[in-house]
């Protein structure tokens, strides 16, 4: 069954420390890529997504992915984060049919 | 932000009682669907649609039934509430297959 993967469940940071949340997925074919964030008490946004072509995507407020194909990989990277980065990160992927699925989620702690 | 708007953002109810959650969005966007969000789960898909009267169940759908009778509106329907039932759900569109999803405010169901 095609199943997305995160790592990391928590992860405490002080501002200014670099961010790199893991994310790998179980599919062998074409796949639409994405992150999402959910600041608290809010609805989730899209962060970035990967369709094709440079497998380096950047995304809002910062933030970039890298797809690497041959690890099943699609993890979240942030050079220095800041305390407004605090909220759960979700990774997500497609494969071209009615559903995407998610990962269970990683909750980022920025310490001021 | 997409124009999706969820009824009610907050209820409380009894055991046993129906409840009628509704998700109305503006964009004309084909495909629509209805999750769960519980500490230590994630997203979890309960049942979606990609057109007027079809829909089909996601990986928690018992207990759980929809309706979509026109391209704007997707009712999720509790027929009997359980406490376990307790959760936040959200409403989410999206235009094509390959497209990100995007995510109404949620609704925040306590059922005692």
């Known amino acids: 069954a095609q199943s997305v993967s995160q790592h990391n469940h928590h992860v405490i940071l002080s501002e200014a420390a670099s961010l790199e949340l893991g994310c790998n997925y179980s599919y062998g074919g074409t796949v639409n890529l994405f992150w999402y964030v959910q600041y608290p008490g809010q609805h989730l946004q899209l962060l970035l997504k990967?369709?094709?072509?440079?497998?380096l995507v950047k995304g809002i407020k910062g933030f970039e992915a890298e797809f690497i194909k041959s690890k099943f990989s699609f993890n979240l990277r942030k050079p220095s984060v800041q305390w407004s980065d605090t909220a759960e990160y979700f990774c997500?992927?497609?494969?071209?049919?009615?559903?995407?699925?998610f990962g269970a989620g990683t909750r980022l702690f920025v310490k001021a | 932000d997409a124009g999706i708007t969820q009824s009610p953002r907050h209820k409380v109810t009894e055991t046993g009682t129906p409840v009628t959650l509704r998700c109305h969005q503006t964009?004309?966007?084909?495909?629509m669907y209805w999750y769960r969000q519980d500490p230590g789960h994630g997203l979890r898909l309960i049942h979606y649609?990609?057109?007027?009267?079809?829909?089909d169940k996601g990986e928690v759908s018992d207990g759980y039934s929809v309706s979509r009778s026109k391209t704007e509106d997707f009712l999720l329907t509790l027929e009997s509430a359980t406490s376990s039932q307790t959760s936040v759900y959200f409403c989410?569109?999206?235009?094509?297959?390959?497209?990100?999803?995007?995510f109404g405010d949620g609704t925040r169901l306590s059922i005692l």
């Open positions: 649609s990609y057109g007027v009267k079809d829909t």
């Open positions: 989410a569109i999206r235009a094509q297959g390959n497209q990100p999803q995007h």
């Open positions: 990967y369709f094709s072509g440079d497998p």
């Open positions: 997500a992927v497609g494969t071209g049919g009615f559903k995407t699925i």
């Open positions: 964009e004309n966007h084909r495909y």
